[in-house]
């Protein structure tokens, strides 16, 4: 099921790419961008990863955490970190538990054909762990630029 604004944002906690655990209630009292990909260290994930990266700054200096989260497992988590200095917490799903609480898993259409996997998808929390925005099947290049304009930050 698909997540709206208002909605309570689904709890969690899940392995973290260096080794720890990451839960959405560590980040009460911030306003949270949880992004869902669908692979670590492919193209349109590197961008979409790369393009938060590089926004990072701006993005706290406004009140916001980003979080990334993928079925990867930690380990491969690590590695996409280190080769492309991500900056902020990336989390494992490999149940696809968690993705599937914010309806970013399930049917999809790729190369023309339906198949099960994650939805590209952008959730941004408040403070207080509620949904103000569900963005399902995002484009991974401009989604951070646009992204930016609607939360008017530069």
């Not at 989260?69 to 902020?88: C, G, M, N, Q, R």
């Not at 190369?111 to 949904?131: A, C």
């Amino acid at each position: 099921m698909r997540l709206s604004p208002g909605d309570r944002a689904p709890e969690f906690t899940l392995s973290t790419a260096d080794g720890g655990q990451l839960s959405l209630s560590d980040l009460k009292g911030k306003k949270v961008i949880l992004y869902a990909y669908p692979a670590a260290m492919t193209p349109g994930c590197t961008t979409q990863a790369c393009d938060f990266r590089d926004s990072l700054a701006s993005l706290t200096a406004h009140g916001y955490a980003v979080v990334g989260i993928s079925p990867d497992k930690p380990a491969k988590l690590a590695k996409f970190v280190e080769h492309d200095a991500i900056t902020f917490p990336l989390v494992s799903d490999p149940d696809k538990s968690v993705l599937d609480a914010y309806g970013a898993f399930g049917e999809k259409q790729n190369y023309g054909k339906t198949i099960m996997g994650v939805i590209r998808s952008t959730f941004v929390i408040d403070e207080n762990g509620v949904i103000v925005e569900a963005r399902y099947n995002v484009k991974a290049t401009g989604h951070v630029a646009k992204l930016r304009r609607e939360l008017g930050i530069d």
